[in-house]
């Protein structure tokens, strides 16, 4: 599996899809205007990144990064992301083997948790 594998899925189930470079130099796959399906932030619409991990075998990185902040800063495992000031940082740890179907559905339970 590839970063490009994950935004080809991603894509092919509706989603739009960018990559950016952040304020860290690293590259993300941006998922734009996310609407939460479930949970305490139900409806509520925000952009999603994952870093793009450059090792073989891939290693999803265990954050998720969301702009705008969805929670209270420093509550819940977040902090202030590296990739810039308008995204908030979300420490969620996958330790499944990857597959672009379990990576977005981590990000959705991450994200519904609340």
């Given at each position: 599996?590839?970063?490009?594998?994950?935004?080809?899925?991603?894509?092919?189930?509706g989603?739009?899809?960018e990559?950016?470079?952040?304020?860290?130099?690293?590259?993300?796959?941006?998922?734009?205007?996310?609407?939460?399906?479930s949970?305490?932030?139900?409806?509520?619409?925000?952009?999603?990144?994952i870093?793009?991990?450059?090792?073989?075998?891939?290693?999803?990185?265990?954050?998720i990064?969301?702009?705008?902040?969805l929670l209270e800063?420093?509550?819940?495992n977040?902090?202030?992301?590296p990739?810039?000031?308008e995204?908030?940082?979300?420490?969620?740890?996958?330790?499944a083997p990857?597959?672009?179907?379990?990576i977005?559905a981590?990000?959705i339970?991450?994200?519904?948790?609340?």
């Open positions: 599996m590839t970063p490009d594998d994950l935004d080809d899925y991603l894509r092919s189930i989603l739009t899809v990559v950016l470079t952040g304020a860290d130099d690293l590259s993300y796959t941006v998922v734009r205007n996310f609407a939460i399906p949970g305490s932030l139900v409806g509520r619409g925000c952009d999603v990144a870093q793009r991990p450059l090792g073989d075998p891939y290693v999803l990185p265990s954050a990064h969301t702009r705008p902040a800063m420093g509550t819940f977040t902090q202030q992301s990739i810039g000031p995204w908030q940082y979300w420490s969620r740890r996958m330790d990857p597959s672009t179907r379990l977005w981590h990000v339970s991450a994200l519904t948790e609340h």
